[in-house]
Structure formats: C-alpha cells, structure tokens
C-alpha cells in the first residue's frame, strides 16, 4: 500500500510540473520534462542540508590546470601521494536520496550521484557532463525505469546490496608464463545489483537518460568510498563512514588514475560493471543489467565507448616517471592501493563521450622487463601492428568489430561504468580544489 501511495502521488507531481513548464525547451529533449527534472532534483539536494549546483553562479570556477570537466562537484583533492593521502585523489560530489524498489515490492531509501545527463538542458541545470549517446540505450533493455515519488524523489526500478564482503583471489600463471595474477582465479564483488538495476536511468515519461550511480543505503556504502585511513577495513561499509555526510548531501569518492592521448591523471570513478572480475578488481557493483547495453565492440555506434587495459603490465617501477600499470598489478595489490591505470581514446569534451566503456584489453608478449606504459590509443595501435601486444585471449570477438578508434583491438564483453571527473596538468597535481571533505 505505502509503494502504490508513492507511485500515485509520483504521477500527481509529474502531472502538475507538466502543466506548469508547457514553455520550457531544451536540445535533445522532451520540452517539460528536463526542466522539472533539475528542479526536483536540486530542491531535494537543498531539503537534505545540501546547497544545489547553480548554473548561472556556480559555487566553484575551474582553472585550465584543472581541467575539471563535472562542474558540480563540492571539491576535489589533487593530491596523489599516498603516504600523505592514504586514499590517492578524491572528489567530494553531491549526493541525491531516492528508492530502490526491492524484488518482494517493497521500497527503501537509496543515495546516489548524479555525473551525465543525455539531454544538454539537464545536463547545464545539474552541473554533469552532456552525453547525448546514453540515449541510445533506450529500448535495449541495458536501461531501467524511473517514476516520481510525492516528494519528487526518484524511485528506481531495482536495487543494489553493498553487504558483500570483496575477496579477490589473485590467478597464477599462464602455461606460456606471459600472463601472471590475472586473470582472476575467484572474484567476490563487493557489491552486487539485481537483475533489475542500471546506472543507467530513464527519466519519468522522458526519453532522458542520467548516469545514476547508488553509492549507500541500508545494506552499506560503495567501496569507491574509502575508509578515513585509506585501507580496506571492517569499517568501510558502515554509514557512519565520515566520506558519506547524508547529512550534508555530499559524498566523498576515491578517483581512479589512467591515461589518455600521452598524459596521466585521466581521473575517473568506477561505479558499475556488467562483470564480477572487473567489479572486485576495481571495487565497483556488479550490475549484470548492463551487458544489454548496445553494442560490443562497435564506435561510434552503441551507446559505449572503448578503452584498453592491458592484462599483462608493468609491475615495477623502473624510473621512468610512468609508474606501473595493468589488470594483473591491480589484482596482487591491496585494496585502493593500485589502479589499473587503464587507456583511453577520448575526454568527455568530445560529445561522442560516453560513461559506459567497453574493454578491449591487451596483452603483451615481450618480457615485462621490456613492456612500456600504455599512454595513448595510438600507441597502442602502434603496438599492435607490431606485435608486441595481442588483443587479450580471453576476449570474445574474435574479430574487431566497427571501431573507428582501432581496427585491430577486440572486445571482452566487460563494460565499466568510468564517469571521467578530470585530467589536471601537473600544476595542479598536489592541490586541492573547493572544500573536499564533508564538514
């Protein structure tokens, strides 16, 4: 009775804001229906002790050092020496309460953050990156629907468990020797979907998607929320957990390193992944829901992007300033300790952009005395043509598909849910932007 009382009023709110924003017009849009949408959405992160992204008078300006390409977020910690800052670089993000729908019918609360938006009107009102090819997610089945709750809150299709306790099992070695902890030999995600939920969300009676990533509710918090000292503990999945302030509608996330077109610090988050490997490897949510997204292994076409970790990378610093890389180092490391620091082809200033990225891992086949850092797509092309790096055995096209960015490189049927935050240039490395901790 509650659940019905809440999707009947939800229809009375969409119904009433319909009527009242007949006017309103946005690029790639159903007119009513963004406008709205940031409005309820912002007066919710406001009614939660939050103070709402203003688009015309934003709390926070960005330098080109920066580079920050989510103009919302509360602050960001550039600061990536860990021996200062257990964690590496965070971002501190606002953070929306909705409801999950749970399989017996049932609702409860959830907290999630908001980092695209398919329509641009939306997208400038939220202060997230425009990424107009979610939409073609819709009717694939890799999406899920959305209704209004009385209060204009969001109630979600499905629902995720953050209870899990992650353990990953590092793999031994291949016969040939080449391929050396991954892949995986057990994977458990430290947070799991059912089969009703994606981060990717329809907005009501709209044919807008947003990139809606849940990060707590009452089974615990995403583990991209570090513990205060940096380290995976009992701890981390308790709400009192200082990086989650409900209180203050904000959250604090750790950001992930990678590189793109020769420069480090392509800083991301990872949320969601369609794989249990890659969601203990890089402390996502396992959400199966999003192997339905449109297509592997095709760009532009698809509502994904590719990017390239590497299998088999460099383990050790050899000097160089370029650090370690790779599936297998990720893997026998500790926890929010190494990142794969995976490839990729664009920045989310180019709307082919999109925060769902489809893996194309690679792998080398000289010794790992003689495997250099992948820093750029065309390096790895480069390599490829060379021969001293394979598309990964494990992949499951055989073939490359229709990808103008490589036409060597093949898909894993993985895809990664990877909202790009920043890529700083090194002036900024060692800084700290806005207020990155909650109070």
């Given at each position: ?379 790895i092309n480069d390599l ?37 935050v920043t890529q700083p ?15």
């Amino acid at each position: 009775m509650n659940q019905f009382k809440i999707i009947l009023l939800g229809l009375f709110v969409m119904f009433f804001v319909a009527c009242n924003d007949d006017d309103d017009t946005g690029t790639n849009s159903t007119p009513t229906t963004a406008p709205s949408a940031a409005d309820l959405l912002l007066r919710s992160i406001e009614a939660d002790g939050g103070t709402p992204y203003d688009a015309d008078n934003p709390a926070l300006t960005f330098t080109t050092d920066q580079n920050v390409f989510l103009p919302s977020v509360l602050g960001i910690d550039f600061r990536v020496d860990r021996n200062v800052v257990p964690a590496g670089p965070t971002v501190r993000l606002p953070l929306f309460q909705g409801w999950e729908t749970l399989s017996s019918g049932d609702v409860r609360e959830g907290y999630y953050v908001i980092t695209e938006a398919s329509d641009r009107e939306l997208a400038r009102e939220l202060g997230v990156i425009f990424s107009p090819r979610m939409a073609n997610a819709i009717g694939s089945g890799g999406e899920q629907g959305s209704t209004w709750s009385e209060d204009g809150r969001l109630i979600f299709e499905g629902s995720v468990d953050f209870s899990p306790s992650r353990t990953l099992t590092a793999g031994g070695a291949s016969d040939d020797g080449m391929l050396v902890g991954f892949p995986p030999a057990a994977v458990v995600p430290g947070a799991a979907a059912d089969d009703n939920w994606s981060s990717y969300v329809v907005l009501p009676g709209s044919d807008i998607i947003i990139n809606a990533q849940l990060v707590a509710n009452s089974t615990g918090i995403h583990d991209r929320i570090p513990h205060p000292d940096g380290n995976g503990s009992a701890q981390e999945d308790d709400l009192n957990n200082p990086n989650l302030a409900i209180d203050q509608a904000s959250v604090v996330m750790q950001l992930l390193d990678g590189w793109h077109d020769e420069r480090p610090y392509y800083f991301h988050l990872v949320t969601d992944t369609s794989d249990p490997a890659p969601a203990a490897i890089e402390l996502g949510v396992y959400a199966p829901r999003l192997a339905n997204l449109p297509t592997f292994g095709e760009f532009p076409g698809g509502s994904m992007l590719p990017f390239s970790p590497t299998a088999n990378g460099r383990t050790f610093d050899n000097g160089d300033g370029f650090g370690v890389q790779g599936l297998n180092t990720a893997s026998i490391s500790n926890r929010q300790a190494q990142d794969p620091t995976n490839t990729f082809p664009i920045d989310p200033s180019n709307e082919l952009y999109s925060p769902m990225w489809d893996a194309h891992i690679t792998e080398f086949t000289v010794p790992e005395a003689e495997r250099p850092i992948l820093r750029s797509f065309d390096q790895i092309n480069d390599l490829l043509e060379q021969g001293i790096l394979i598309p990964f055995r494990g992949n499951i096209n055989p073939n490359p598909l229709a990808n103008t960015l490589s036409d060597r490189l093949t898909a894993t049927g993985a895809i990664i849910n990877c909202p790009v935050v920043t890529q700083p240039f090194s002036a900024a490395i060692g800084t700290q932007v806005g207020e990155p901790r909650n109070r």
